[in-house]
């Protein structure tokens, strides 16, 4: 690695890298009432697709976020309810309910709830009762945004205001998002996605190629700082001695990873400047959904359908991949489609899929990883300052504090980029240019 591209990692504690059984079940579960449920309330956390809800007056959906059992439905003006997902009567599931007329009526003894939660209608008492006034449903607040439901799950008193990505605001012709599911804690898929050094491995499917961008410098400088939003990383490839390319990526609070890929393995940068990520969203502490997204940061650019297609083709969540929309075929019940002919020729893993493969190694450290066992290296200084702003946030959190990162100011204007540098320029310069996100 030329001498030009050193740089010091002092923001890093290394001496609080390992964690002990307590700190990871600090870190790990996200229930109601405990510290990393707690802060993850204070962000709105996505709890849909707006596919998922056509129509107004279409069928209820059952969503379980941070643990909780809910219910979203479109009303009769299109605007999304999210409620409990038992009727506060005698607890029928909400689930069976009639969607008319601006609620979403219980089928047992047809109570019926308007989106806020207020009780709007009770058919089974008497008309001049005004028990209806005093009764109501739990319901969150909801936000639609770039096909995006968005639930804001706290205090009404720590609501930061509404989300406002860059991914959110480009045109519909330029975005496409979709969801995974995964057996596996939320903060595995998120560690993962923030974890540059792997790529050149787990991801290499061309082994007889590994002289390319992505792929020949198995040892590239990682750098990791804390930002106000969450943390900001780059990887930095050494070509030559005068040649490097460099990728950033972003952290996000609480779950956003925010990262590109505009070259290809020819070193040819694409057509279209494209932005991609991953949102978790944990459904419970063993369980998440992950929306994947990419988005062309000039509004001008489309991005076409066929593209996306591809993309999610050559992350394993192709159209040929998938059961029941969001479900991959490919689980740890088949072995994730694991060939073990094929990786000793041409893929490091023997997994077709470069999201796939990720979602193998996730699940399989277990349902929460227990990461007191770990033993952390030099590359692992992205993760290792992940979970520093993690515990950082949840003590903010806890000392009254509004949560980082929360504050759509912080993090609206966060893109990723990726450039071929001349390592003696003033590239960092040049690259936090294109980083800033303008539209």
């Known amino acids: 690695m030329p001498a030009t591209l050193r740089r ?26 405990t510290p990393m449920g707690n802060l993850m309330r204070r962000y709105w956390q996505p709890a849909l697709l707006s ?13 379980r976020v ?7 439905f479109r009303d009769s003006t299109g605007n999304v309810g999210l409620l409990d997902a038992h009727c506060p009567h005698r607890g029928a599931p909400m689930f069976f309910g009639r969607n008319e007329e601006c609620g979403l009526r219980c089928v047992y003894h047809g109570w019926k709830f308007d989106a806020s939660g207020a009780c709007v ?4 008492e ?15 607040p909801t936000y639609e945004a770039g096909g995006m439901i968005f639930a804001y799950l706290g205090p009404p008193h720590a609501n930061p205001g509404l989300p406002d990505y860059e991914l959110l605001r480009v045109p519909a012709t330029s975005r496409h998002i979709g969801k995974s599911y995964q057996e596996c804690n939320w903060l595995q898929g998120l560690e993962g996605g923030i974890d540059s050094a792997h790529f050149a491995f787990l991801h290499n499917n061309n082994l007889s190629e590994g002289s390319d961008l992505h792929f020949g410098d198995k040892r590239p400088e990682i750098e990791a700082e804390r930002t106000a ?46 932005v991609t990520g991953h949102t978790w969203a944990p459904i419970d502490d063993e369980h998440c959904w992950v929306y994947n997204w990419i988005y062309s940061y000039d509004p001008a650019i489309p991005v076409p359908v066929e593209m996306w297609i591809a993309t999610e083709t050559m992350h394993g969540r192709g159209p040929d ?20 002919a094929l990786q000793k020729t041409d893929s490091f893993s023997g997994i077709r899929g470069l999201n796939l493969q990720d979602v193998a190694i996730q699940e399989g450290m277990g349902p929460i990883l227990d990461r007191s066992k770990e033993h952390l290296a030099q590359s692992d200084r992205g993760v290792i300052l992940l979970r520093q702003r993690l515990f950082d946030a949840m003590a903010a959190v806890e000392r009254g504090e509004a949560a980082p990162g929360a504050d759509a100011k912080s993090h609206r204007n966060v893109r990723a980029a990726d450039v071929l540098v001349d390592t003696n320029s ?10 800033v996100a303008r539209f």
């Open 8 to 33: 010091s990692f002092s923001t890093i504690a290394w001496d609080k890298s390992m964690l002990k059984p307590q700190d990871n079940e600090r870190i790990s579960r996200v229930g109601p009432g």
């Open 66 to 72: 941070l643990g909780e059992d809910l219910i979203a």
């Open 51 to 63: 596919e998922e809800l056509p129509d107004p007056d279409g069928a209820p959906v059952r969503v």
């Open 426 to 435: 003033d590239w960092r310069t040049n690259l936090e240019l294109v980083e």
């Open 321 to 340: 991949d998938v059961v029941d929309r969001y479900y991959n075929k490919w689980t740890r019940r088949n072995e994730y489609g694991l060939d073990r």
């Open 121 to 124: 209608d009770m058919p089974s």
């Open 229 to 274: 939003y969450g943390t900001a990383g780059r990887t930095i490839h050494a070509i030559d001695d005068h040649k490097a390319f460099v990728r950033s990526n972003h952290f996000v609070l609480p779950a956003w990873s925010i990262r590109t890929l505009n070259f290809g393995l020819d070193g040819k940068p694409a057509p279209i400047p494209i």
């Open 126 to 140: 008497p008309p001049d009762s005004l028990f209806k006034t005093k009764v109501r449903i739990g319901a969150y």
